[in-house]
């Protein structure tokens, strides 16, 4: 996909980087890997197991470390963080969108709902009463908005999102297709046999420049509100129960459940298909790996794991049989043990 042209040399000067090699007044105008870009393509070397395609790359330009420069055999833009200065450029290159002043003929928009001369509303949006619509919104199609919401300036709904009562969105923030926030919250009592739901009467507030996957789920609160502040990053296909806090600049990976009144603290990192059970503490600084199921609240910053690795399916049989007769094991060695202690009997 073709994007906003621009030459080496400015390209430099934006990314406040070296140039190496080539000419400086050569066009960049799109992004590629390494192994498949052309002349006029930007592409980025990050690590070592990248070295071949690096060597052999025909790229416009490559974004790198010193220590790759002597490999590459195009023009360089050398840093010490390539990939950082590659979402940089990347943003650059292929800027974000910016509203088109206006509402959509098919959008049906509340008399009593403030709409920003500046923000765009696209087709088929329904805003309710109440609502106000910041400085540069954009709102794609398909998008509702329930009454007394508030979406912060620049912030863009990209399609079919749903914000439900009194939800409050601040700036910049990036919310996917199909992403519901401030639905109900899993809010039930026991009467006899069956459930009485019980009415989440909180809401959801969201800081600024927070991105939210799509198809996410961020359920409001049963009686306060679930926060997430600011520079949260979330992925597709995550369940923010109620009254969930996640802290500023936490990004989670796609597919995490994590249990009402559970509590994230800031700049965690929580990996794809971790469940963390609720009213649970995460410290600051902590990172989950995939697939980890956090059953005690972590109190100390770290790398945090469970869970049972892929293996062979014969070796993965074996090791289930032996771990169900860990129990009779544990019991024998400790019989064992016992035998062994001259005082054991008397102490029994």
């Not at 292929?94 to 087709?123: L, N």
């Not at 923030?173 to 046999?193: K, N, S, Y």
């Not at 603290?265 to 902590?286: N, P, Q, S, Y």
Request: hydrophobic letters at 40%; charged letters at 20%; glycine letters at 12%.
């Amino acid at each position: 996909m073709t994007g906003t042209v621009i030459t080496l040399a400015d390209l430099a000067e934006f990314l406040q980087v070296e140039l190496h090699g080539g000419d400086s007044r050569s066009p960049i105008e799109s992004l590629a890997p390494l192994d498949r870009a052309g002349p006029r393509q930007l592409a980025f070397m990050a690590h070592d197991r990248y070295r071949d395609s690096l060597i052999d790359t025909q790229a416009g330009a490559v974004i790198l470390s010193p220590a790759h420069l002597p490999h590459c055999p195009v023009p360089a833009l050398v840093c010490e963080h390539p990939h950082v200065a590659y979402a940089q450029a990347a943003r650059r290159i292929h800027p974000d969108p910016v509203a088109v002043p206006g509402i959509h003929p098919s959008a049906s928009i509340s008399d009593q709902a403030v709409v920003h001369p500046t923000a765009q509303v696209g087709p088929q949006c329904v805003v309710e009463a109440d609502c106000q619509i910041g400085p540069g919104v954009i709102m794609g199609p398909g998008c509702f908005l329930q009454a007394g919401c508030q979406v912060g300036e620049n912030s863009r709904l990209v399609a079919r999102v749903t914000l439900g009562p009194r939800v409050r969105l601040g700036r910049r923030a990036l919310v996917q297709p199909g992403a519901v926030i401030g639905g109900d919250g899993f809010g039930f009592a026991r009467q006899g046999e069956a459930w009485l739901r019980v009415p989440q009467v909180g809401s959801v507030c969201i800081g600024d420049d927070v991105e939210v996957g799509a198809n996410t789920t961020i359920d409001r609160g049963a009686l306060d509100d679930t926060i997430i502040e600011d520079g949260v990053k979330l992925d597709n296909l995550i369940q923010v129960a109620h009254n969930v806090h996640i802290g500023a600049h936490t990004a989670v990976a796609g597919c995490v459940g994590i249990a009402g009144s559970a509590r994230i603290g800031r700049r965690c990192g929580i990996g794809g298909g971790a469940g963390i059970l609720g009213h649970l503490e995460i410290a600051d600084d902590v990172t989950v790996t995939a697939m980890t199921l956090v059953t005690h609240s972590i109190r100390e910053p770290g790398v945090y794991s469970s869970g049972v690795p892929q293996a062979p399916a014969r070796e993965w049989n074996r090791s289930l049989a032996h771990l169900r007769r860990l129990g009779e094991l544990f019991r024998r060695v400790r019989g064992l043990e016992q035998e062994g202690d001259p005082g054991a009997r008397q102490r029994r």
